[in-house]
């Protein structure tokens, strides 16, 4: 899992500069790399770090009789409606906060495994334009969510090559929040195969937050994480 996180760190490659102080972007497992990072990726890490915990809002049923999404609390966003419920959420990924569009490329060589390319998907009201890609060694898979778009050609059972072909472009599709107009990726390494993890069997849909009911708490979802995904951040 080293080799797919370094060419995380080298390869994942962001268009545009952000305005923010590079030095101020790098959590501490990454300092060691901050010059490569600087180097290739103009994004920086977002509000959501890999394990972070935090609370999700949610307002009513869907016509389906889930439970409806509608606001995650970060930085600078809130919601003033009627809130029913409260839940804590584990996030399994990582976000790159980048302009609009910016390409986003595979993080190493791979084959694409699923696409989200539009709103007929009946998951893109959570993940947005979407692309999985499995990679050769180890059985691992990931994902990028929220994309703007997904590149043409960019189909289930495409080949790729890392930082080879944009896979498509930042965006905010999806249940995309955060600051400036939530447009950031969403990225996970994990070695399960899927756009959810089959073991969060718990009345909800799964979607890229663990939900922590009564079945299943923080704890028992933080181990969840640490046996079925790869922390990013870690060079």
Same mark, same amino acid.
């Given at each position: 899992?080293?080799?797919?996180?370094?060419?995380?760190?080298?390869?994942?490659?962001?268009?545009?500069?952000?305005?923010?102080?590079?030095?101020?972007?790098?959590?501490?497992?990454?300092?060691?790399?901050?010059?490569?990072?600087?180097?290739?990726?103009?994004?920086?890490?977002?509000?959501?770090?890999?394990?972070?915990?935090?609370?999700?809002?949610?307002?009513?049923?869907?016509?389906?009789?889930?439970?409806?999404?509608?606001?995650?609390?970060?930085?600078?966003?809130?919601?003033?409606?009627?809130?029913?419920?409260?839940?804590?959420?584990?996030?399994?990924?990582?976000?790159?906060?980048?302009?609009?569009?910016?390409?986003?490329?595979? /993080?190493?060589?791979?084959?694409?495994?699923?696409? /989200?390319?539009?709103?007929?998907?009946?998951?893109?009201?959570?993940?947005?334009?979407?692309?999985?890609?499995?990679?050769?060694?180890?059985?691992?898979?990931?994902?990028?969510?929220?994309?703007?778009?997904?590149?043409?050609?960019?189909?289930?059972?495409?080949?790729?090559?890392?930082?080879?072909?944009?896979?498509?472009?930042?965006?905010?599709?999806?249940?995309?929040?955060?600051?400036?107009?939530?447009?950031?990726?969403?990225?996970?390494?994990?070695?399960?195969?899927?756009?959810?993890?089959?073991?969060?069997?718990?009345?909800?849909?799964?979607?890229?937050?663990? /939900?922590?009911?009564?079945?299943?708490?923080?704890?028992?979802?933080?181990?969840?994480?640490?046996?079925?995904?790869?922390?990013?951040?870690?060079?």
């Amino acid at each position: 899992m080293k080799k797919i996180s370094c060419l995380f760190l080298s390869i994942l490659v962001i268009g545009a500069f952000c305005n923010v102080d590079p030095a101020s972007a790098f959590p501490a497992p990454l300092k060691t790399a901050q010059f490569a990072w600087m180097k290739v990726c103009a994004g920086r890490l977002g509000e959501f770090g890999f394990g972070a915990v935090c609370k999700g809002y949610y307002l009513g049923k869907t016509a389906e009789g889930k439970d409806k999404l509608v606001s995650i609390e970060l930085p600078g966003v809130s919601y003033k409606g009627k809130i029913d419920k409260i839940k804590n959420l584990l996030h399994t990924g990582i976000d790159i906060v980048a302009p609009a569009d910016t390409p986003v490329y595979s /993080i190493a060589d791979g084959v694409v495994a699923d696409v /989200i390319d539009g709103s007929g998907d009946p998951n893109y009201e959570t993940l947005g334009n979407m692309v999985i890609v499995k990679h050769a060694s180890g059985g691992h898979w990931s994902i990028y969510c929220h994309l703007n778009s997904v590149s043409s050609g960019i189909r289930p059972g495409k080949q790729v090559k890392a930082g080879v072909g944009a896979l498509g472009g930042v965006g905010n599709t999806g249940a995309a929040y955060g600051s400036k107009g939530g447009y950031h990726l969403h990225l996970e390494v994990r070695n399960f195969e899927g756009r959810f993890f089959p073991a969060w069997e718990n009345g909800e849909r799964p979607n890229i937050y663990g /939900i922590a009911t009564d079945k299943m708490s923080i704890q028992g979802l933080q181990e969840k994480l640490n046996q079925n995904w790869v922390n990013p951040q870690k060079n």
